[in-house]
Structure formats: structure tokens, C-alpha cells
């Protein structure tokens, strides 16, 4: 039905910059809040930024005034722009949204596979 892909993950050195895409696609659909979540190895996953449709933003403390998140509501697309990169953000990052899908209408949270990102010392 609806699909949650992600891209731009990689490797990078800390203070480095990177910046991660997820694209929605499917039919007779629209999002919600988006987000971008993050799971780093023996941790729980743990919310990074959200918006909402209208574009509210929301961070975690520890990626505040470093991470940006954005969207595109006609091209149904979430961006995070990641700077000043610390070994601490090594995760494998996940896309996630609301989703209302239409005909019959019903909600849904719908994940991306993840992408990971590598952040050198």
C-alpha cells in the first residue's frame, strides 16, 4: 500500500555534515506527522525530529540545533539535514509517518527500512 523509502545515509567524520531523505509512495494516501527515528546498536530506537503536516517541528534534546528536518507535502517527502555530527549518532535511521489512507479510509503508521549512519572520530 504505502511505502516509506529511505536515502543518504553513510559514512561521515564527526562535524561532518549529512542529510536524509524519505520519499511516501503509494496510491490514495495522505501523511501526517513525519518523523525520523534512530536505533543505535544494544539501544532502544529513539525519536530524533518530527513535523507535522503543518509543520511543527520537534527535536531531542541531544540533536537540537544541529539537525533540521523538513518536508515537502505536495512531493510527500521528509528531509533531515544532520550537521556537526558526533560519534554519538551512529544508528541506523528510520523514517516513520502518519498515514491516512483513503477509499476505505483508515490510519496507519507506516515505517521506512532504515539507513544507516556512520559517524568516525
Known amino acids: 500500500q504505502v511505502q516509506l523509502v529511505e536515502s543518504g545515509g553513510g559514512l561521515a567524520q564527526a562535524g561532518g555534515s549529512l542529510r536524509l531523505s524519505c520519499a511516501a509512495s503509494?496510491?490514495?494516501?495522505?501523511?501526517?506527522?513525519m518523523g525520523w527515528y534512530r536505533q543505535a546498536p544494544g539501544k532502544q530506537r529513539e525519536m530524533v525530529a518530527t513535523?507535522?503536516?503543518?509543520?511543527?517541528?520537534n527535536y531531542a534534546d541531544s540533536v537540537k540545533g544541529r539537525f533540521t528536518i523538513s518536508r515537502d507535502n505536495a512531493k510527500k517527502t521528509v528531509t533531515l539535514q544532520m550537521n556537526s555530527l558526533k560519534p554519538d549518532d551512529t544508528a541506523v535511521y528510520y523514517c516513520?509517518?502518519?498515514?491516512?489512507?483513503?477509499?476505505?479510509?483508515?490510519?496507519?503508521?507506516?515505517w521506512g527500512q532504515g539507513t544507516l549512519v556512520t559517524v568516525s572520530s
Open positions: 513535523i507535522t503536516r503543518d509543520g511543527r517541528t
Open positions: 503509494g496510491t490514495s494516501f495522505s501523511l501526517n506527522t
Open positions: 516513520n509517518s502518519g498515514v491516512v489512507v483513503l477509499f476505505p479510509t483508515k490510519l496507519l503508521e507506516v
